[in-house]
């Protein structure tokens, strides 16, 4: 029987897709950082608190694209974070025990040593290159951690840091893939 | 309203399901365990990249908690997220991979594993045929991966990539011309 979706003239084709797989697990565990994802959006489900407005509100998704743009744009001065009005802001001492960067450490430590393996044998430019450049982003989550710290309660806040962990967790995964095909 | 009964997955137990439209990570956790192998595949397919696939990967999962609620067991669940991450890739987040700010880090990145990618290519006799697809231009790996390997119809690919069927046929076309040349080297 021949496979409509395949042109005759090609059995070699349809016979190769008829034999590939139809699962291939990740190189790494995607679930820390899944998991972190979806927690975090648990705390900014939480009710806003005090005013009128009481109604479940969540971050603007746009918040987090922005904040990836100042990151890597190497915004220093951080004018941009007066806050806005309208953002909610959790005030629930439950929300911010339970919210935690912990999975993203975890991540970001792990594919820190596997980059430090394999980019020792990367050429000396391509290793400033990347070096340089995780400079950058590790200076701007520096910075966004420091304005966390000073309003521990802001979800804006939270949103901004957790934004800076997903820019440099996204940084090393494409490092480390440039790396590997270079010590290959 | 009792809830309507699910279509039985093989992959993902009834009661893990229930719980985690009710909010319970851990069952979720699960599922995806239970499905990650079969959704990075398709990403790995649909992206050509493994860094973007893990990406999209995750943002394929983050959805499918968002939208949990919304999943009646009409289809298995394995259908539903395939058809889910099919449109994170191609509706929502591809354009905001594309305009996410990050071309500082990610040109000098792409441009070294661009050439790397290229330069392994032809050096390697024994690429497979997912290498080959992974090295095809996006809208024709795409159009071959969701039509020859899915069953995806053009029509339904030119609905989701914002294109016309025509367009989606050409690029098909491209697809395995360019794969045919690749298995007769």
């Known amino acids: 029987m021949t496979d409509p979706r395949i042109p005759d003239d090609d059995p070699r084709l349809r016979e190769l897709l008829a034999r590939l797989p139809d699962a291939q697990e990740p190189a790494r565990d995607l679930w820390p950082e899944i998991h972190a994802r979806v927690e975090a959006e648990r705390v900014q489900e939480l009710p806003v608190a ?3 407005r009481r109604g479940r509100r969540m971050i603007p998704l746009r918040f987090a694209a922005a904040a990836a743009i100042v990151l890597v744009a190497g915004t220093a001065t951080l004018t941009w974070w007066s806050r806005p009005t309208g953002f909610p802001v959790v005030t629930d001492s439950m929300a911010t025990a339970t919210y935690s960067f912990a999975s993203y450490e975890r991540s ?31 200076e701007a989550l520096a910075e966004a951690r420091a304005a966390l710290a000073r309003e521990p309660a802001s979800a804006e806040m939270r949103a901004f840091v957790e934004a800076a962990w997903r820019q440099k967790l996204d940084f090393l995964r494409r490092a480390n893939d440039v790396a590997a095909t270079w010590v290959l | 309203m009792p809830m309507p009964a699910l279509v039985p997955d093989p992959a993902a137990s009834t009661d893990d399901l229930r719980a985690a439209q009710r909010g ?26 493994p860094v973007k696939a893990e990406a999209l990967t995750q ?37 905001a991979r594309r305009t ?52 995806y119809t053009h029509e339904e690919i030119a609905s989701l990539s914002g294109v016309t069927a025509s367009t989606v046929r050409v690029q098909l076309h491209r697809a395995r011309r360019r794969l045919m040349e690749v298995l007769d080297r």
Not at chain 2, 78 to 84: A, F, P, Q, S
């Open chain 2, 24 to 49: 319970d990570a851990e069952a979720f956790e699960r599922i995806y365990r239970s499905q990650v192998g079969r959704v990075h595949l398709l990403a790995l397919r649909l992206t050509g990249d």
């Open chain 1, 50 to 52: 005090g005013g009128a």
């Open chain 2, 59 to 95: 943002d394929a999962f983050v959805r499918a908690w968002r939208k949990l609620g919304t999943f009646r067991g009409e289809s298995a669940l394995g259908t539903w997220l395939h058809r889910l991450t099919v449109n994170v890739f191609l509706l929502d987040d591809r354009g």
């Open chain 2, 100 to 151: 996410a700010g990050r071309e500082v880090v990610d040109n000098s990145l792409e441009q070294l594993a661009g050439a790397r990618r290229a330069e392994s290519l032809d050096l390697d006799d024994r690429m497979d045929l997912e290498r080959a697809i992974a090295a095809l231009p996006e809208g024709a790996r795409v159009a071959f991966v969701l039509h020859d390997i899915h069953g």
């Open chain 1, 108 to 138: 970001a430590e792990e594919l820190s040593t596997l980059l430090a393996q394999r980019s020792a044998k990367l050429d000396p430019a391509t290793r400033e290159v990347l070096e340089r450049s995780l400079r950058t982003i590790e």
